[in-house]
């Protein structure tokens, strides 16, 4: 890392740490989503530090909001960025295009990021992970009109990395979809344990949950309008301790 922080002599250097969120949906062009597992890095205040991935996945970027997946590319070489003066402050996002996917497409696929000091200093790991959407209504049932789903677990509990849940319903004339969370989450950017979430224009929708406090959450979502009975969950989504994240050597 690049850095006027050194270490006293003797003394091992400070560590990096990875904290990425896993099993988001790979990322398709044929809707409002931008499915996506956000990683945040911790280290030395003021060093910079350099995350690769294991190839054909995108980088993104953070702009002022990036909860719901959209922004510009990074592509897929080397992201450069420093460490605030708290030591973290890095995050961006990993989004898998669809041409990725196995051939089982069924099957989890996993990558790797790395963070690292080019001059030899510590090396830390974290492992994004994406999978298909989940069928909501894998019988075709005519009242039941949440068709598709998919969430994001182990985010950071700083308050601001997310654990993101993506619904699709099968028309925007069911206008929302009601979310519920417990324990010390919420849902951004409310605040609020329960929120009404607005369906964009193809039906679907982006629910965004912060914590700041390490635990499991239990999540549920329903389509109030409908004239079924629709709803999603429970499921859980974590919520993890940076401090407690053990930094892999490379």
């Not at 051939?103 to 492992?127: E, R, Y």
């Amino acid at each position: 890392m690049d850095s006027d922080n050194r270490e006293p002599a003797g003394q091992a250097p400070a560590s990096v740490k990875v904290v990425a969120t896993t099993l988001a949906a790979y990322y398709i062009d044929d809707n409002s989503l931008n499915p996506c597992c956000w990683v945040n890095v911790y280290g030395p205040p003021g060093d910079t530090v350099y995350c690769d991935l294991t190839g054909g996945e995108l980088i993104v970027p953070p702009p002022d909001n990036l909860y719901d997946g959209d922004g510009t590319s990074y592509g897929t070489g080397t992201y450069k960025a420093t460490f605030d003066i708290n030591g973290g402050g890095v995050a961006f996002v990993v989004r898998a295009p669809y041409s990725l996917a196995l051939n089982d497409i069924s099957k989890l696929f996993s990558i790797v990021v790395t963070a690292k000091d080019p001059s030899g200093g510590p090396t830390a790991t974290g492992n994004p992970s994406f999978q298909k959407y989940t069928d909501a209504n894998p019988y075709n049932h005519p009242n039941k009109h949440l068709v598709g789903y998919n969430f994001t677990t182990g985010a950071a509990a700083d308050g601001i990395a997310p654990c993101c849940v993506y619904v699709k319903a099968d028309s925007n004339k069911w206008k929302i979809v009601t979310v519920t969370v417990d324990g010390s989450a919420t849902i951004f950017p409310t605040k609020s344990q329960t929120r009404d979430v607005e369906l964009e224009e193809d039906g679907t929708a982006v629910i965004v949950i912060v914590d700041k406090t390490a635990e499991i959450v239990n999540v549920n979502v329903s389509l109030p309008h409908s004239p079924g009975t629709d709803a999603l969950g429970p499921f859980q989504v974590s919520f993890v301790d940076p401090a407690k994240v053990q930094a892999s050597a490379a």
